[in-house]
């Protein structure tokens, strides 16, 4: 299955304005792009890139004073099958983790472990360690957090979805990262494409979308306290301890958002022409020597 993907976001600035912006995907997609991403600037400015120390593909820019349009495009070829579960999947003890995977035990500015940890074991404490603890989970947000744009702010943590039960995608993987966590199981926020692939066409503005994994088993498994079902064509672009790791733009100064624009939307197959395929046939046994 083939994605096309890409974006167009606007700025406007009063005076240049440096800024990080995380818009390509992941280097651990890299082998999947069929077309390479193609990221513009109007007016064309300096980008300098980089990866961070979470492995993400980064760029330093310098927003000029007035408006600044960024483009990009790209098709990525993914296996068209949703995300993979696993029940077996199970939780590994602290003293047996991997070492990269113990900062993710710990709290983060959107992750208040301590905070929460009494009210994590109290709902899940009994529930079986690895795959059904984390399922449960997710099955908690999904149905107790109210989804919609206008319950959040740049500022509202895992405490605050917990306490007023509203928030959007970053807020729901906030919260479950944050039980996870209190619970002894390793979980990074991640976020990047997720069109509407193998569903109906959801009747809002297509957005990144944030979601988050878990080490269970011996390796890193996806989980979405938001859609809370398996989907087809996610496409990471970011990952880290929580939304500060993951964010799309980061502005050193007053620079505004008037323009968002996302795509990430499956490329038909190209129908078959009954015609051609009878002149493949005809060419083809002429090769047959008798």
Not at 1 to 8: A, F, K, P
Not at 134 to 144: E, G, K, L, R, T
Request: with cysteine; proline share 8%; aromatic share 10%.
């Amino acid at each position: 299955m083939q994605i096309q993907i890409g974006y167009e976001i606007v700025f406007n600035s009063p005076i240049p304005i440096p800024m990080l912006l995380k818009l390509h995907v992941h280097p651990s997609v890299a082998g999947s792009i069929l077309e390479p991403e193609q990221l513009q600037t109007f007016p064309p400015i300096p980008v300098r890139e980089f990866c961070d120390s979470f492995g993400n593909r980064c760029v330093r820019i310098v927003a000029p004073e007035g408006e600044l349009r960024l483009w990009n495009n790209a098709i990525v070829e993914v296996d068209g099958r949703p995300d993979p579960i696993d029940w077996n999947a199970r939780q590994v003890p602290v003293s047996e983790l991997p070492e990269e995977t113990l900062q993710y035990l710990l709290s983060s500015r959107y992750c208040e472990v301590e905070l929460l940890s009494q009210a994590a074991w109290t709902l899940f404490g009994n529930i079986a360690p690895g795959w059904p603890k984390v399922q449960a989970i997710c099955d908690w947000v999904h149905s107790n957090i109210r989804y919609g744009y206008e319950h959040t702010h740049i500022g509202k943590t895992a405490c605050g979805v917990y306490t007023e039960r509203t928030g959007v995608c970053r807020d729901f993987a906030h919260l479950a990262i944050a039980f996870c966590r209190s619970l002894h199981i390793p979980a990074r926020y991640a976020m990047g494409y997720l069109g509407d692939i193998g569903i109906p066409a959801q009747p809002i503005p297509m957005d990144f979308h944030a979601w988050f994994e878990v080490f269970l088993g011996g390796q890193w498994h996806t989980f979405d306290a938001r859609h809370n079902t398996p989907r087809i064509g996610r496409i990471l672009m970011a990952r880290g301890r929580d939304a500060t790791d993951a964010a799309l733009t980061t502005s050193f100064g007053a620079a505004q958002l008037v323009g968002f624009k996302v795509w990430a939307d499956e490329i038909p197959l190209a129908p078959v022409d009954p015609l051609s395929l009878e002149r493949l046939s005809l060419d083809a046994s002429s090769l047959i020597s008798v």
